[in-house]
């Protein structure tokens, strides 16, 4: 059923928000129609929704621009959006109720529950614990295992990734460091699913979305929502194109728990509302988990750095990662707030527990300046921010400064011969590496192609670079980087193997093919090729 809105909620939300550029320049008032249109106009969003919850109403909840540049579709306040990464706060939702039942503890050891869990060092394996899933301490460098995630749609099963954790190599010491995991969050859903015995899907669909009344998605979903979804899109030489492989088509994803629910901002208006209701100390609502719960899952678990910008924007003092949830001060305030990033779709989602205050932002381009401006002048006009800044006109600054910064530096980019050294056949072959699986190298009379088996959408060309190493030029240049292939020989000058890298002067150890060897185990692929792995 279409989510209604009654006609005086519209009217009362004109809540209008003060930006200055400077002193020197008078206050510009905006309301938040006017924002949302200028913010996609200035960081190329085809459409948004927006939805702000305050002391219980929702006071504004709206859909603006279009779900679909194509058919002309607009966005209306219950189109759905992937919500991305804060698709995480479910996540450490699933794992609360447990925790409530008495089925889970937050510092329950993972291999408690999941035996098969392991990695690298075992005394790391052996004392990680569920809240270590969920707060990004785990020692590994933002991203690790992204390979097997995305783009997709990927070709790696749950249980893949959580048994490839071993082959991931720790940047820092357990505990020590801040570094972004999906693969964890992917793991924790498995952890509720095996507890449970039940789909992660249908435990989120079940004791969370039945409950708060919401129409959102954390597996397939119907026909009739598909109809209503937004068009993921991107940006090339100014004009917009679609993003199929994010797209919202009915089917769950095997990252749902990390990055891949569906819902509109007319339901996340009920998310929000539970959330500051349970938040508040007169109550203790268990339709869904308990306000110890909650307490749990917005306490700080992981510092953060809070930088100059920060402190200067917000006068931020602590930055922190909780279970699902980021955490500031911002003017004083507790801000607990997650983004979400996919290619054509970003996500944000703020609340201000003392000001009973829920903000979601909702679009389906690729420029996070929309959302951050929209975001940040609707909670500088409820943080009563005594000179607030004028968020379009800042963020295309940065990003001015940061196009000037980038013209003004050498280019990042490696010169080579343009010829290798043996004929292009020489190279062809099919190719494992242990946990990433099989890469086909194809020979034909255009050249050289590369062809990842699990990840469908890493197709590329070969371009002859220098020696025996060529760069890959991807069918798709969204999903990645140009990536440089070098091939090892053995002393009879035949190719044994090969790695991979970022096609740049300075690689750095931070990057997705660090933990990859590729070894040749056959001229051509098998017809039923699979993945090798070993304990």
Request: charged share 20%; with cysteine; glycine share 8%.
């Amino acid at each position: 059923m279409k989510y209604l809105i009654p006609t005086l909620k519209l009217v009362t939300a004109a809540v209008w928000l003060s930006c200055s550029v400077s002193q020197a320049e008078p206050a510009v008032e905006l309301s938040i129609p006017d924002l949302v249109t200028q913010s996609m106009q200035a960081f190329d969003t085809p459409g948004m929704s927006v939805a702000v919850v305050h002391q219980g109403e929702v006071v504004h909840l709206a859909g603006y621009g279009y779900r679909d540049l194509e058919h002309q579709l607009p966005v209306a306040a219950d189109s759905y959006f992937r919500l991305a990464s804060a698709s995480k706060a479910f996540t450490a939702a699933s794992v609360a109720i447990l925790v409530d039942e008495g089925k889970l503890s937050w510092d329950d050891k993972v291999v408690d529950h999941l035996p098969e869990f392991r990695l690298q060092d075992p005394w790391v394996t052996s004392e990680f614990t569920i809240r270590d899933l969920l707060s990004h301490r785990s020692g590994l460098v933002g991203g690790a295992g992204d390979s097997m995630i995305w783009p997709e749609p990927s070709g790696f099963s749950r249980q893949e990734v959580i048994h490839n954790l071993r082959y991931l190599t720790p940047q820092f010491s357990f505990r020590s460091n801040y570094g972004y995991s999906n693969v964890f969050y992917i793991t924790a859903a498995e952890l509720v699913a095996r507890v449970a015995q039940q789909a992660w899907e249908d435990f989120v669909a079940e004791r969370i979305f039945q409950p708060l009344g919401m129409a959102c998605y954390a597996g397939d979903m119907p026909a009739e929502a598909v109809a209503n979804s937004a068009v993921g899109y991107g940006t090339r030489n100014g004009d917009f194109f679609s993003i199929p492989r994010n797209g919202i088509d009915g089917k769950g994803l095997m990252s749902a728990a990390a990055g891949g629910l569906v819902c509109s901002a007319a339901e996340m208006t009920k998310w929000l509302q539970y959330l500051l209701e349970q938040s508040q100390a007169s109550t203790n609502s268990f339709r869904v988990f308990s306000q110890q719960q909650l307490q749990e899952m917005w306490s700080p678990n992981t510092l953060m750095a809070v930088t100059n910008r920060t402190r200067q924007l917000h006068q931020t003092h602590f930055s922190a990662y909780g279970l699902g949830w980021r955490m500031q001060d911002m003017y004083g305030h507790k801000v607990v707030h997650h983004t979400g990033t996919l290619s054509g779709y970003q996500a944000y989602v703020a609340l201000v527990p003392e000001l009973e205050l829920g903000v979601v932002v909702l679009n389906n381009g690729s420029d996070s300046g929309a959302r951050m401006a929209v975001m940040q002048s609707i909670l500088d006009s409820y943080l009563a921010v005594p000179e607030p800044q004028n968020w379009i006109a800042f963020l295309q600054q940065e990003r001015e400064e940061r196009e000037q910064r980038a013209a003004l530096r050498a280019p990042d980019l490696p010169v080579g011969t343009g010829e290798v050294l043996l004929p292009f056949s020489a190279y062809a072959g099919y190719f494992v590496d242990r946990w990433f699986g099989g890469i086909e190298i194809l020979h034909s009379p255009e050249g050289l192609s590369f062809r990842s088996e699990r990840m469908i959408n890493k197709v590329g060309s070969m371009e002859p670079f220098a020696d025996h190493s060529f760069v890959i030029r991807w069918q798709d240049p969204n999903v990645a980087a140009d990536t440089l292939i070098q091939f090892q020989l053995n002393a009879k000058r035949q190719v044994t193997g090969f790695e991979l890298m970022p096609h740049r002067v300075q690689v750095g150890s931070r990057h997705a093919y660090r933990d990859m060897a590729f070894s040749k185990v056959a001229d051509s692929a098998p017809a039923a090729a699979e993945a090798t792995g070993d304990d």
